[in-house]
Every structure is written in C-alpha cells, then in structure tokens.
C-alpha cells in the first residue's frame, strides 16, 4: 500500500501509513525501526493536522521505546529519523520486510 500511495505522488498518505505502523513495530520488537520512523514523522514541517489518537498512539511508543532501549539510544534513533527524510520510506519497507521480522 506504501508503494501505491507513494507511486501516485500521494505523499500524505504514505507519511500517515508510517504513522500507524510506528507502534505495530514496537509491539514486535523492531524498537530501533520504530524510533527512526517516529523520529522522520516528529521532524515533518509539511505534515497535515492529525487526529489526537494518532498523536497519543505515537507518544506512547516513543514512551515504550525509551524504556526498553534506554534513553540515549532511543533518543540517537529519533534524531537519526529526523535527518532522513528521504530514506524514511526505504527505511520502513525494511521495517516491514517479512524476511527481516522472522529474523531479528
């Protein structure tokens, strides 16, 4: 879907679609994917208004990835995320490649 959005120049869709993928990532343990990608979608100055559930269900993410990977990593992943704007979607196919999620 990542693909088609982004293929029909529908950039919005495809920055939402990484939205709602950050917290499915850290449910399965792809907390560093997960940081970079909260990090690009934080750093947008372009983004549309979200809905507050959206909002919450990021923070609370970036809350949980804190925890579990420590605030200094956490915090280089996010910072990572918010200078690449350009790789975000290249980054979060590889977030989303079955291949990579049976091997971690």
Do not use: K
């Not at 495809?14 to 990532?25: E, S």
């Not at 909260?38 to 549309?48: C, I, S």
């Not at 923070?59 to 200078?83: M, P």
């Amino acid at each position: 879907m990542l693909d088609e959005w982004v293929g029909l120049g529908n950039l919005s869709a495809g920055w939402w679609l990484i939205q709602q993928v950050v917290a499915p990532l850290v449910a399965l343990d792809r907390l560093t994917y997960a940081a970079v990608l909260a990090g690009a979608v934080e750093a947008r100055t372009d983004a549309l208004p979200v809905f507050a559930a959206d909002t919450d269900r990021l923070r609370s993410a970036i809350a949980t990835v804190c925890e579990r990977l420590g605030d200094t990593a956490a915090r280089a992943a996010l910072e990572r995320g918010a200078t690449w704007p350009t790789r975000t979607f290249s980054l979060a196919h590889a977030a989303l490649d079955p291949n990579r999620l049976r091997h971690r």
